[in-house]
């Protein structure tokens, strides 16, 4: 088994003489980054409404229905269900595409709203597809289409939480996806399995199956703060795991305002009488 953790520091491409539409990037910062692409005349970057740092003047704004990876040939009902499929993984319903209208080189920014890192993946490497958690998609050359996965099991259905739905990002070029706190890349033989929180999960490319098992006995599941569930992720395949998800970030903020403090059984399910118990309330 592998481990790296290769995404702490800020990374860069320059694109091959070979490939004509392989888009320059460099990832920016350390907690707080931002990626600049590079557009070359005629090239178009697809962004998350709202990413935008910053633009060269020759770069011109549209904002479209969807995804936008249909384009401009694609129908109204495609347009419409791209956007549906958007809204059911928590994005808007629009995106933003970037054009260089210009000559020579120009740039965009865009930033991560979170603290974390920026991830640049190239989907031809993982067969075209690869599946992360809801609200990670950044931005991409255009043509990357943003869907929805189900995950098909039944308790998964109905306990995976946040596991339950999530973004499928599929097509040939490079994506940006964003992650919350440090984020580590696990390499899993045929077989092999780790057990994650759900809310951990940052993305796993489609050989590597996923399913959910108990957090322990009883005892643990009461007191230890844990949640009901783990998931398991069995390979072969490669998955990339977050430190510190949004919502358990968004929790802690919470509390911290409510006055109660740092939530320490935040998975529990005793709920209230846990903050008691622990001393938050």
């Not at 910053?54 to 995804?67: E, P, R, Y």
Request: glycine share 18%.
């Amino acid at each position: 088994m592998s481990f790296d953790s290769p995404w702490g520091q800020p990374q860069s491409h320059h694109r091959s003489a070979s490939v004509s539409d392989d888009i320059d990037f460099e990832i920016k910062g350390q907690e707080l980054q931002f990626v600049e692409i590079e557009l070359d005349p005629g090239e178009s970057a697809v962004a998350e409404a709202g990413a935008l740092v910053w633009k060269d003047g020759s770069i011109s704004m549209t904002t479209v229905f969807g995804d936008g990876s249909g384009g401009a040939n694609e129908g109204f009902m495609g347009k419409l269900l791209g956007a549906g499929k958007r809204l059911v993984t928590g994005e808007s319903l629009f995106t933003t595409v970037f054009t260089h209208q210009g000559q020579g080189k120009a740039r965009v920014a865009f930033a991560s709203p979170t603290p974390g890192a920026i991830l640049p993946i190239r989907l031809a490497d993982y067969g075209g597809r690869l599946i992360c958690q809801k609200d990670s998609f950044l931005a991409a050359a255009r043509g990357v289409s943003i869907g929805v996965h189900f995950q098909k099991r039944v308790m998964t259905g109905l306990f995976g939480g946040e596991g339950f739905i999530m973004q499928k990002l599929e097509g040939d070029g490079w994506v940006f996806v964003q992650m919350g706190g440090t984020v580590v890349e696990r390499e899993l033989a045929a077989g092999e399995e780790i057990h994650v929180d759900t809310g951990c999960i940052a993305a796993f490319t489609p050989s590597v199956d996923f399913d959910l098992i108990t957090a322990g006995g009883v005892k643990s599941i009461f007191f230890g703060g844990e949640g009901l569930f783990f998931a398991r992720l069995r390979g072969p395949g490669k998955v990339w795991i977050q430190s510190l998800p949004f919502s358990r970030l968004a929790g802690r903020m919470m509390a911290a305002a409510m006055g109660s403090g740092q939530n320490r059984g935040e998975g529990s399910v005793l709920g209230g009488l846990g903050d008691i118990i622990g001393g938050n309330r």
